[in-house]
Structure formats: C-alpha cells, structure tokens
C-alpha cells in the first residue's frame, strides 16, 4: 500500500511541476492560439468562484442559508462591488467588511 502511495505522489509531483517547467523551458517560443488565450483569461475567476460559491453557501458541510451565515452576505456583497466597480480589491476590502459587521452584529 505505501509503494502504491509513494508512487502517486511521484506521480503528482512529476506531472505538476512537468507542467510549470515547459512554461520555463519554452518561454516566448510557445503560442496559444487566440481563441485559447482568450478562454485562459477567464480560469481565475472560475477557479475563485468554485473555491468561494461552496465556503460561502455551505461552510459547515450543509448548505446555510441563515441570517447566522455570514459568509453569504459577504461574498454576495463583493461579488456585486467585483462587477459594478471592476476593482479587485475593493471587492475584496467590502465583502471583508461586510462579513465582519455581519458576524458583529448577527
């Protein structure tokens, strides 16, 4: 079982900095196609909603849709700020002040 273990990790540890060594090596000779660098520009903030949508509605493995569930405020609050204003960190600086007044005052 621990050679099985030894070797995923291996494994992961091959596959993963593999991946982050081509962009090294290769540098400015490798090219995405446009239609890919455009569809690149989008994996962050996919990445962050599918690390934030679970925290926010589910932060004890159930799904809280509680006044006592102040995540939820607090990141529909920056997400709101994220899309009017179009600035990162004032999304992020409203949604901590919103959480934290929430966990305040709830």
């Known amino acids: 079982m621990t050679t099985y273990l030894a070797l995923a990790v291996v494994g992961m ?3 993963t900095y593999g991946i982050r060594l ?4 290769f ?3 490798l090219r995405f196609p446009a ?3 455009r ?3 989008y994996v962050p903030a996919a990445v962050l909603t599918a690390l ?3 925290m926010a509605l589910a932060p004890h ?3 809280e849709l509680f006044p006592t569930n102040a995540y939820l405020p607090g990141a529909i609050v920056a997400a709101l700020v994220a899309f009017w204003s179009g600035h990162t ?3 992020i600086v409203s949604g901590f002040l919103v959480y934290g007044l929430w966990r305040w005052l709830v």
């Open 61 to 63: 493995d159930v799904v």
């Open 89 to 91: 960190l004032t999304a």
């Open 35 to 37: 239609w890919l660098e």
């Open 27 to 29: 540098g400015d000779r």
């Open 39 to 41: 569809a690149l520009r």
């Open 22 to 25: 081509s962009f090294l090596v």
């Open 13 to 15: 540890v091959l596959v």
């Open 52 to 54: 934030i949508v679970p």
